[in-house]
């Protein structure tokens, strides 16, 4: 299963190889848009690094981790903690610590935590070597869909990072949390790296299938924009976190997306001259607006954008 097998990517500079896996990345894109990779060229002391200093702030007492709250009205970022355990619908049961990196007018360098002393310079440095590979991966996918390799990336217009640091400690009841409630990523592409097992993906049958843990590879899923972009031939998956009663599980999750006044289109290329878009336009804006106003249950926020309504599941 697409999942479970990390998919190597040095094969991509064997030409004997490389084929091979641009077929299995193209397959995952296609399936779910959920795969892992290894030998994807991030040194493993810099992910090593950016655990250490990830543990570290989340061991940290809370009075100094609250130095670093978000003032949730104004913008997600910062520091936050959420354990909510409820009978009815699953909550969250996280803490987290969220930064925007790009573009560099964006970093508000009041919320990165100064300890660990070391904390800043390793999220700039990890966060330049995620965005280095999120680019190697767009352009595999735009060229396996037969775009030109920088297809996606310009059509996600000006470069937007951010990362989250997320933290679910041990809950004496997990059957009645969850660390991160069933979502699809918004943006355009995830790249997660997990200490621990707890995510899962949301497979057939209204069933969940464990992305475990796989020591250096990173967990590379596709978001709702590059759905609309491919026109639906690329899925953006529903997932969440799983909570555990023993031990303590981080995840350290790069986002790449496009920028509020960035309109996004169906690739004309992958648009039936009969069908038409299945999507409509839009403005990346109008899509947070979307989302803020609240997802609809039992349907993924993208499905709320697209025409000829049938055709997408
Ligand atoms: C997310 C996410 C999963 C995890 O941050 O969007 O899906 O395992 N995280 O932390
Ligand atoms: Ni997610």
């Not at 297809?151 to 937007?160: D, H, L, N, S």
């Not at 006044?261 to 990346?284: F, M, N, S, W």
Request: hydrophobic fraction near 40%.
């Amino acid at each position: 299963m697409a999942t479970l097998k990390p998919i190597d990517l040095s094969g991509l500079d064997d030409e004997r190889l490389a084929s091979s896996v641009r077929a299995q990345i193209a397959e995952a894109c296609e399936k779910n848009g959920f795969f892992q990779i290894i030998n994807h060229g991030v040194p493993v002391e810099l992910m090593d690094k950016l655990k250490e200093v990830g543990r570290k702030f989340f061991d940290m007492p809370e009075e100094e981790k609250l130095v670093y709250a978000g003032k949730p009205v104004l913008a997600a970022e910062g520091y936050g903690s959420r354990m909510v355990l409820t009978d009815s619908e699953p909550q969250f049961w996280r803490e987290f610590v969220e930064l925007h990196t790009l573009p560099l007018s964006e970093r508000h360098y009041n919320y990165w935590p100064q300890k660990p002393a070391e904390f800043n310079e390793t999220v700039e440095k990890y966060t330049a070597a995620l965005m280095d590979l999120a680019h190697r991966l767009l352009s595999v996918i735009s060229e396996n869909l037969g775009l030109k390799p920088t297809y996606i990336k310009e059509a996600m217009g000006v470069t937007q990072q951010s990362i989250v640091f997320q933290c679910y400690p041990p809950c004496p009841e997990p059957g009645k949390t969850l660390g991160l409630p069933a979502h699809s990523d918004v943006g355009g592409i995830t790249i997660l790296m997990q200490e621990g097992d707890g995510l899962q993906v949301a497979a057939a049958n209204d069933t969940w299938e464990l992305v475990p843990n796989h020591p250096n590879a990173f967990v590379v899923n596709l978001a709702d924009q590059i759905e609309i972009i491919t026109n639906g031939r690329y899925k953006s998956a529903n997932h969440r976190a799983i909570v555990n009663s023993d031990s303590t599980r981080r995840s350290y999750v790069t986002f790449y997306y496009p920028g509020k006044d960035q309109k996004i289109i169906p690739a004309p290329e992958l648009v039936d001259a009969k069908i038409g878009p299945l999507y409509r336009e839009l403005y990346y804006l109008e899509y947070l607006q979307a989302l803020a106003a609240g997802r609809a249950k039992d349907k993924r926020l993208v499905q709320s954008f697209a025409i000829n309504n049938p055709l997408i599941t």
